[in-house]
């Protein structure tokens, strides 16, 4: 059985940073895409930041500039490095990755716990 663990949310003032991570564990033959998402108090989960196995990178708009997305393949662990946070930043943080258990199975799109993250102002 594969696990995502997330660790690093909390709350910080506008304008700080925030390191979050996220780990799979178990049975994993290979991780292609890994990415970060959030939802908002009363808003649909949303695409933040992806990454794919070969390092190439896509982010949201509101978070150009901002947000970098980095993954260890060793580790098989992503990172999402956040500056200059705002208030509309507020969310619960999801990690997602498309993994592979075998050589046999195809590939299924693991979530994360999710972990807050609040920005005040």
């Known amino acids: 059985q594969v696990q995502l663990v997330e660790s690093g949310g909390g709350l910080v003032q506008a304008g700080g940073s925030l390191r979050l991570s996220c780990a799979a564990s178990?049975?994993?033959?290979?991780?292609?895409?890994m990415g970060w998402y959030r939802q908002g108090p009363g808003k649909q989960r949303e695409l933040v930041a992806g990454?794919?196995?070969?390092?190439?990178?896509n982010y949201a708009n509101s978070v150009k500039g901002r947000f970098t997305i980095s993954r260890d393949n060793a580790k098989n662990t992503v990172y999402l490095q956040m500056i200059s946070l705002k208030p509309e930043d507020t969310a619960v943080y999801y990690c997602?990755?498309?993994?592979?258990?075998?050589?046999?199975?195809?590939?299924?799109?693991?979530w994360g716990q999710g972990t807050q993250v609040t920005v005040s102002s």
């Open positions: 997602n990755a498309d993994i592979r258990e075998n050589y046999y199975t195809g590939v299924i799109a693991y």
């Open positions: 178990g049975s994993i033959y290979s991780i292609n895409g």
């Open positions: 990454i794919t196995s070969g390092g190439n990178k």
